[in-house]
């Protein structure tokens, strides 16, 4: 507390990211990162920057990234947001939509930067409990409201809503924003990019950070209808004009043009991901069906912090929640077959986990 800082300041309570430490021989499953790199396309596209350029501004519109977008995904330029990671895309369509009068609706288990993004904010909002095998029930969410916000797969349980599901939804619920945080649709859920043109109450938000290992680029973007972006662009404009740096941009447009490289390192981790959540199973673990390139799973015996601590003892990252109803989980990020393997034999090794 310092009588320098705004009094709104005192009382925030940020978010917490995954660590991100040095350590030789780390197995390093705590933060959703992609273990492959990004397409050879991303290198070239970077390798050959002129350095030159840089004395100049980027582009403030990202032009050539929001073209490439509409490309790869059959949308107008006018349906396109793009920002520095998601994360600041839904900072700014927090600001854009969620300053209502009504409350916000979020699950009760959900990607904890929403709630610190309405207190920072000043929204109020109310969170509805998942269901009793951790699913988000959209049926459950008819409260009156100034807007709805999900992950979808949901974060951290990895579980998918149907997209028939999120359609109903925005039928019924017309009279206010409901935004879809797509982060990790591209390991196996349905996308509801396909309802953006059907309907003016969906904001779809997507990132570079997960499916496209460009975590440390910062490249976000959302679609939705072209009033809805004209908000967004408001706010952008009314905060930071150059949100993408021109290396994103370049590498950004580099990763869309190579599809074949998304599909084939998605399909990658859906493969280790099947076999690691059987691996648990056996071991005693229960996992939720993840759609996501992370397990969430806890013990039938052990408790949620001592695995992570035994873990963190032979230089394994796992991410834990300090959350009462998902204390005993564990959030263990899919990396390639060895680090898997490396995390099933260390559990083997455990006295009290029987195989
Ligand atoms: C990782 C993640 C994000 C943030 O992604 P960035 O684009 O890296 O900011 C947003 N939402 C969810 C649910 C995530 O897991």
Not at 16 to 42: C, F, H, M, W
Not at 172 to 198: I, P, Q
Not at 338 to 348: D, F, G, S
């Amino acid at each position: 507390m310092n009588k320098f800082w705004s009094p709104a300041i005192q009382s925030l309570v940020p978010y917490t990211p995954g660590e991100q430490p040095r350590i030789d021989g780390l197995t390093k499953l705590n933060t959703n990162e992609n273990p492959y790199p990004p397409s050879p396309a991303v290198e070239h596209a970077i390798k050959h920057f002129s350095v030159e350029r840089l004395r100049l501004y980027p582009d403030p519109d990202a032009g050539r990234l929001k073209d490439a977008l509409a490309s790869e995904y059959k949308l107008n330029r006018e349906q396109i947001f793009v920002g520095n990671g998601s994360d600041e895309v839904l900072a700014l369509a927090f600001m854009a939509f969620f300053r209502q009068t009504r409350p916000l609706l979020m699950p009760e288990i959900s990607y904890s930067f929403y709630d610190v993004y309405a207190n920072l904010f000043e929204i109020d909002y109310k969170k509805i409990p998942l269901d009793e095998s951790f699913r988000v029930q959209l049926s459950d969410y008819s409260h009156e409201n100034g807007g709805i916000i999900f992950a979808n797969p949901n974060a951290p349980t990895g579980i998918a809503i149907e997209l028939a599901d999120i359609e109903a939804l925005l039928k019924r619920n017309t009279e206010s924003l409901v935004l879809v945080d797509e982060a990790y649709v591209d390991f196996g859920a349905e996308s509801a990019t396909s309802l953006v043109n059907k309907y003016p109450n969906v904001l779809v938000v997507q990132t570079f950070s997960k499916s496209r290992s460009l975590a440390g680029l910062r490249i976000g973007y959302a679609f939705g209808h072209p009033e809805l972006i004209e908000a967004l662009e408001r706010v952008k404009n009314s905060f930071n004009s150059y949100p993408l740096d021109m290396f994103a941009i370049e590498a950004g447009c580099a990763s869309l043009s190579d599809r074949a490289y998304l599909n084939k390192t998605c399909q990658q981790i859906i493969a280790t991901r099947e076999r690691s959540a059987e691996a648990l199973e056996a071991l005693n673990f229960v996992v939720c069906p993840s759609s996501t390139n992370f397990l969430f799973a806890h013990h039938r015996t052990l408790t949620g912090a001592e695995l992570m601590t035994y873990l963190r003892e032979r230089k394994i990252l796992v991410r834990h929640f300090n959350k009462p109803e998902i204390a005993n989980y564990l959030r263990i990020t899919v990396g390639t077959d060895e680090e898997m393997e490396r995390l099933i034999a260390a559990l083997k090794a455990h006295p009290n986990i029987a195989s």
